[in-house]
């Protein structure tokens, strides 16, 4: 029997992957991936026809797709700021939205001459990565996880672009020393209680402890915001990714917390609040 079409192979796969109630644009990324194509290069060669090798890896990619796997982890790489890392169910997926943190902070500091920066909860270590290389070689980058299997996913990828950055085992600030002129993070944020609304391939593939932050979603930044202050030096800052419905609470809580501090709001390319610097005074 002849094997088919790219075309074919992805009809075939559409209504199996629909049904599983995972997402149809999955199939094209991941026989994209596999055949390293861009998405052009494979809508104009749909009659192409597979190999008995990619045919098959097919099939395989096909049915951890209908078992509700993330695609990022089948391949075992995600891309972020055009990088591409190595990702496992270890660490958090990195989401396109982050990349605009990442911008923000090197608008601030790309000027700056030299700089400590702390990146808590690296997962994947892709925010320290891209910081590395944005801010100037003289910036010292740590990137700390209270998970040791996260800390090693980003070993490797600091390794793989060839990147000396620090990584410590640390539940926030609690195995930190020493004082940093940013400190940033995208923090677990998602309310326990939303579960049961949310997409069954991320609760079924991603950690909790990077996803969740207590009933009201707020636990890492009214930790964060208790002792955040002692970490940062005199002008220093801290830039924070949170979900665009908790805005009114955290700046209640830093404001509270952090009254000497200037807080500024910003939005995403969506128009939604979705990141906050604080400036030390």
């Known amino acids: 029997m002849t094997n088919p079409t790219i075309k074919e192979a992805i ?7 629909i049904e599983a109630g995972s997402y149809p644009e999955d199939i094209a990324f991941l026989l994209g991936e596999r055949l390293a194509f861009s998405p052009t290069q494979l809508k104009l060669n749909q009659e192409t026809l597979l190999s008995d090798t990619q ?5 395989e990619d096909i049915k951890q797709l209908t078992r509700g796997q993330s695609p990022q982890y089948i391949l075992g790489y995600s891309y972020f700021y055009g990088k591409k890392l190595t990702v496992t169910s270890d660490v958090l997926i990195p989401r396109y939205e982050t990349e605009e943190l990442v911008a923000l902070v090197v608008e601030d500091n790309q000027s700056k001459a030299f700089g400590q920066l702390l990146d808590i909860g690296t997962g994947s270590g892709a925010i320290s990565l891209v910081l590395s290389e944005q801010l100037p070689a003289t910036w010292e980058i740590s990137a700390s996880d209270i998970s040791k299997a996260a800390l090693t996913i980003a070993q490797k990828n600091f390794e793989a672009y060839h990147q000396k950055i620090t990584t410590i085992e640390s539940d926030l600030f609690h195995n930190i020393n020493g004082q940093f002129d940013v400190i940033v993070s995208n923090p677990p944020y998602i309310k326990t209680t939303e579960k049961a609304v949310m997409d069954e391939s991320v609760l079924s593939n991603e950690p909790d402890i990077a996803l969740f932050a207590g009933e009201d979603g707020l636990d890492f930044y009214r930790q964060f915001a208790q002792q955040v202050d ?9 830039y924070l990714e949170f979900g665009y419905t908790q805005k009114d609470d955290l700046q209640e ?3 509270y917390y952090l009254p000497n501090y200037t807080i500024l709001f910003k939005e995403d390319l969506a128009g939604h609040p979705r990141m ?5 005074a």
Do not use: H, I, R
Not at 11 to 17: F, H, L
Not at 231 to 238: A, R
């Open 55 to 59: 045919y098959q890896q097919f099939n």
């Open 276 to 280: 906050v610097k604080g400036v030390k």
């Open 230 to 238: 002692a970490y940062l030096k005199p002008q220093g800052s801290f």
């Open 253 to 255: 809580l830093f404001e």
């Open 11 to 17: 009809d075939w796969a559409t209504p199996q992957v």
